[in-house]
C-alpha cells in the first residue's frame, strides 16, 4: 500500500534538497555497496512525498493548517522542514517566529497524535546557549540565548507535551546551493569586495542539507527505523562530521574555489547583529550512528566540496 508523506517547507534549503534526491535515487545512494543495501527494504513506489510550500500550507496563520489537513486526510506521515528562521529578524518579529516555530508545530504534533502517523520535525542547535566545551549530547540541558532559539525550543517542547509519533532533528549550520545561507552568502560577498570580516569565536558544525535529507529518506525507506517511526517522540542530532569557526568556514570556502578575498577575523562582541549568537555550539552525532548504524556521516569540508561544485552548476 503506498503511503502518502507530506513535506512542508518546499521552497527551502531542505526541501530542495529533498526534492533533488527524489528526483534520481541513484545519484545519491550507491545502491551496490553493503552500506545502503539496507535502504533499497522499501520500494520507492511504497512512498509519495508531497510538497507544500506557503501557498498551499502557511504555518504562519492557523486557519490554514486547519482548513489544509481538513481538506487532505490522506497523508501517512509529516516531515516539518518549514520554519522562521531568520535568527535577527527574529529579534523584533517575536510574533512570527513564535506562530510558525512554536504554535504550529504543536498545531501539527495535534494532528499527527490524532491521525496516529509520525512526524518528524526539523530543530536547531540554538536550543543551546553555546557554553560548552564538549559536543552537545541529546539530554543536555537548553538554554537558547536569542527568539529564534527560544522559539524552536518552545516547538521541541509542545511535539513532546503531544505524545505523538517521530523524532526531533537537531542539526546546525546547514548551508546548499538553495536559497539564502552562509556559503552562498559569502561567494556574493567575495564577488563585489577584497575583503571580507567573519567571527572567529563562534564553532559549530556546518551541515550540508544534502546529507540531512538522505537522512530523513533513509529513516523512511529502511526497516531498521521502525523504532523511530513508531515511537513516542525521541531527540535526535546530526551534522557533518567535524566543526570549525565562522571564520575558518569562510576561509576553507575561498580556499576550495580558489577565491582571492581576504577574510579578518573579528570578535563576536566587535560584529553588530540583533541577536546574540552561542560560542560554541558543536553537537554529537553518536546518538543517530546507534538508530542509523548504516549512516555514512561525511566531514565537513568534503561535503562542503560537492556543494561548491553544485553551486557552480547551476551559474552554468
Known amino acids: 500500500m503506498t503511503k502518502i508523506i507530506l513535506v512542508t517547507g518546499k521552497n527551502g534549503q531542505l526541501g530542495n534538497s529533498l526534492q533533488k534526491i527524489l528526483k534520481d535515487f541513484s545519484l545519491f545512494f550507491n545502491n551496490t555497496s553493503e552500506k545502503f543495501n539496507s535502504f533499497q527494504d522499501v520500494s520507492k513506489n511504497d512512498l509519495v512525498f508531497t510538497f507544500v510550500s506557503r501557498n498551499e500550507l502557511d504555518l504562519s496563520i492557523p486557519d490554514s493548517i486547519k482548513g489544509f489537513f481538513n481538506q487532505n486526510q490522506q497523508f501517512s506521515g509529516i516531515i516539518n522542514c518549514a520554519a522562521y528562521t531568520d535568527v535577527d529578524k527574529a529579534e523584533s518579529n517575536e510574533v512570527l517566529a513564535e506562530q510558525i516555530n512554536h504554535l504550529s508545530v504543536g498545531q501539527l504534533a495535534e494532528i499527527a497524535k490524532k491521525k496516529a502517523i509520525p512526524l518528524i520535525h526539523i530543530s536547531t ?172 556521516v561525511h566531514n565537513w569540508r568534503e561535503s562542503l566540496i560537492s556543494c561548491l561544485t553544485e553551486i557552480k552548476k547551476y551559474e552554468v
Open 125 to 296: 542547535d540554538y536550543v543551546f546557549n553555546g557554553q560548552a566545551i564538549k559536543p552537545y549530547l541529546e539530554t543536555d540541558e537548553t538554554d537558547p540565548i536569542n527568539v529564534y532559539g527560544l522559539t524552536k525550543l518552545k516547538g521541541e517542547k509542545v511535539l513532546k507535551e503531544t505524545g505523538c509519533l517521530g523524532a526531533i532533528i537537531r542539526t546546525s549550520w546547514l548551508y546548499s546551493e538553495f536559497g539564502n545561507n552562509f556559503v552562498k552568502t559569502m561567494l556574493r560577498l567575495a564577488s563585489k569586495r577584497d575583503s571580507v570580516e567573519v567571527v572567529t569565536d563562534q564553532v559549530g558544525g556546518p551541515t550540508y542539507a544534502l546529507n540531512l535529507a538522505k537522512v530523513l529518506l533513509s529513516i523512511h525507506y529502511n526497516h531498521q527505523t521502525n523504532e523511530i517511526m513508531n515511537s513516542q517522540l525521541n531527540t535526535f542530532h546530526f551534522t557533518d562530521e567535524g566543526f570549525c569557526s565562522r571564520f575558518d568556514f569562510a576561509k576553507t570556502i575561498f580556499g576550495i574555489n580558489k577565491i582571492n578575498c581576504i577574510v579578518n577575523p573579528v570578535k563576536t562582541k566587535d560584529y553588530f547583529s540583533q541577536a546574540r549568537r552561542p560560542h560554541f555550539n558543536v553537537m554529537s552525532n553518536a546518538k543517530i550512528k546507534k538508530y542509523l548504524p548504516n549512516l555514512e
